[in-house]
Nanobody, 120 residues
């Protein structure tokens, strides 16, 4: 079974930075073909929304609200994906979820989430 485990959330203040990490584990045949991987977030009372995704070819997709502030990257050897978040704002406060898709089996995987709180 594929597992995604996030780390790196926490409390910061307006203008601060955080770096989230996600490690994928499971059958190597699935882990090596996860595509894309990325991050979603869910704020209290709101629906889960896309933050950023990255394909195996390096194509990055960002929500407009984070463009220029957040950077997604990955380490394919270690099966990890990262989210560097700069210039954080209170509206970035949410639970951030790691996401991965496995197209051959039409499967999606989610982590349990990590809380990011930005205080003014």
């Amino acid at each position: 079974q594929v597992q995604l485990v996030e780390s790196g959330g926490g409390l910061t203040y307006t203008g601060g930075s955080l770096r989230l990490s996600c490690t994928a584990s499971g059958p190597s045949g699935i882990i090596s073909t996860l595509n894309p991987m990325g991050w979603y977030r869910q704020a209290p009372g709101k629906q889960r929304e896309l933050v950023a995704t990255m394909t195996v070819n390096g194509y990055r997709n960002y929500d407009d609200s984070v463009k220029g502030r957040f950077t997604i990257s990955k380490d394919s050897v270690k099966s990890m994906v990262f989210l560097r978040m700069n210039s954080l704002q209170p509206e970035d406060t949410a639970v951030y979820y790691c996401y991965a898709q496995h197209r051959p089996t039409d499967s999606e995987y989610w982590g349990l989430g990590t809380q990011v709180t930005v205080s003014s």
